[in-house]
């Protein structure tokens, strides 16, 4: 299994640190927010490009601001990343 690096939000400066600002004011269900109190794995995982995280999230909150109920947006993710073989 690959280990990929990544800095919390009590490390990130700058860029990051603005990035992970702007998704803690995002909302998000409830199973994306760890009991430790920092940034969810899979934004963590984004955390050496705050860019990307940028545009990969912003993608999800358009997504989010729809009508889809989440377990369907979830269902949709799901799908695509199968499609695209992701295998995360």
Same mark, same amino acid.
């Given at each position: 299994?690959?280990?990929?690096?990544?800095?919390?939000?009590?490390?990130?400066?700058?860029?990051?640190?603005?990035?992970?600002?702007?998704?803690?004011?995002?909302?998000?269900?409830?199973?994306?927010?760890?009991?430790?109190? @920092? /940034?969810?794995?899979?934004?963590?995982?984004?955390?050496? =490009?705050? +860019? *990307? %995280?940028?545009?990969?999230? $912003?993608?999800? @909150? /358009?997504?989010?601001?729809?009508?889809?109920?989440?377990? =369907?947006? +979830? *269902? %949709?993710a799901s799908v695509? $990343?199968?499609?695209?073989?992701?295998?995360?």
């Amino acid at each position: 299994m690959a280990w990929l690096e990544t800095v919390s939000k009590a490390d990130a400066t700058g860029a990051l640190a603005e990035a992970y600002a702007a998704m803690d004011n995002r909302p998000m269900p409830p199973v994306y927010h760890p009991p430790h109190g @920092g /940034a969810a794995g899979i934004i963590r995982a984004h955390s050496l =490009d705050p +860019e *990307l %995280l940028r545009r990969t999230f $912003s993608v999800s @909150g /358009a997504l989010a601001t729809t009508q889809l109920p989440w377990p =369907d947006r +979830e *269902l %949709l993710a799901s799908v695509t $990343s199968r499609t695209n073989e992701c295998f995360y």
